[in-house]
């Protein structure tokens, strides 16, 4: 029997205007935590960056994903600004015009770490070796 709406499986690309939503949410809270608006210690201690906000069909609900730079603990950040996420949700509210504030939800985006972590492996001595005999290879002349 066919079902309505989206499974865990199935992964439906956003919308225009959900990417569109997403970005304006990222620029306002890039430019909230960049200010120093938010008055935390946890937060102001540690420069935190929004590389992406996702946004659910409804517009009602947002990730936000977070990289604390300089290596700050991801768990806290996640927690400090999980702690202002109304403060935030109202910030965001007065400076994007949408008949609606999404919710927010913090997580740690994690990219740069796989990325720091697949480079360390290609530029490992084992991948160096094995590249260095593909060009000794029969068969691929």
């Known amino acids: 029997m066919p079902h309505h709406g989206s499974s865990q499986g199935e992964a439906r690309a956003p ?11 990222r620029h306002a809270l890039a430019d909230i935590l960049s200010r120093g608006e938010l008055t935390d210690d946890a937060v102001t201690a540690m420069m935190i960056t929004v590389p992406e906000v996702r946004v659910s069909p ?27 996420a109304r403060w935030l949700r109202g910030q965001v ?7 609606f504030a999404p919710d927010l939800v913090f997580r740690y985006d994690d990219r740069f770490d796989e990325t720091a972590h697949i480079d360390a492996l290609l530029h490992s001595p ?10 000794s290879e029969p068969g691929d002349r």
């Open 93 to 99: 509210a007065r400076r994007i015009n949408l008949k």
């Open 58 to 84: 409804d517009l009602r609900n947002a990730t936000v994903y977070i990289t604390p730079l300089g290596g700050g603990d991801p768990k806290a950040a996640e927690k400090a600004l999980g702690r202002h």
């Open 15 to 25: 919308s225009q205007r959900q990417l569109r939503v997403g970005e304006l949410i």
């Open 126 to 135: 084992d991948v160096a070796r094995d590249l260095a005999g593909d060009d």
